[in-house]
């Protein structure tokens, strides 16, 4: 299956990623709600990896578990990384003044989430939607 | 690109629809826009229509919420209308409330619901 991704540099970018898995979520068959869920996460992803790393890519790719399908989105960076993520979990949590609801919020909109990171490296996170 | 969001007048309300996906530069030029057209026609209402918008994510809702208060600041008041049920879900399971936000199902219901308002 093929992986679609846009590089996260300017503002624009993160229009062009909301975009591209609006597309993606469509093709998948996703709902309005699901597509609307979709969309917000990666607003939300590719909007923090502008923010907290000053660019980054979103990758967005269909997967398969089982009968499950779904899309997977992957927000990665060579960023500063998070130093604590228990606390970028927590609701309310920023760093940047209030921009952005936060990784909270993104885990809820989606199934599967799972956050890796390295202070000094760089985040990568992957949350994944299945077709219901 | 840069996109400009029409502001319309009628009688001493504000009409705004938003027809199209909201980028940041937009929307924080709505915010201003919407200020100094406040200013110059002393509008007392704004009814800012949401229909045709399919998602609304931190940082649009932040800007929307913004402007409402800063509409509020100068003396006006504002209703949002024409929320899609997909964008109220993902805007609730996303953490925000637009709490104290004046809303109405649609244009029609906001325009009356803010007359009401600004007799009342």
Known sequence: MKIESVDIITEWDIVAARQLGRNEAKKVGFGTVDQARITTAISELARNVYLYAGKGNIAIKEVTEGNLRGLLVIASDEGPGITDVRKAMEDGYTTSGGLGAGLPGVKRLMDGFKIETVVGEGTKISATKWLR | ?120
Do not use: Y
């Open chain 2, 1 to 120: 690109m840069k996109t400009r969001i029409p502001i319309l007048k009628l009688k001493d309300c504000l009409i705004v629809s938003i027809q199209w996906e909201l980028d940041d530069q937009t929307a924080i030029s709505f915010q201003e826009d919407l200020l100094e057209k406040l200013h110059t026609t002393s509008a007392r209402g704004v009814v800012i229509d949401l229909t045709p918008i399919d998602f609304i994510d931190s940082f649009i809702a932040k800007v929307l919420g913004d402007v409402i208060n800063m509409s509020g600041l100068m003396g006006a008041k504002v209703v949002i209308t024409g929320i899609q049920p997909a964008v109220a879900i993902t805007l609730i399971e996303l953490g925000i409330r637009l709490e104290n936000v004046s809303t109405a199902l649609d244009l029609e219901n906001g325009l009356e619901k803010l007359e009401r308002e600004l007799e009342g």
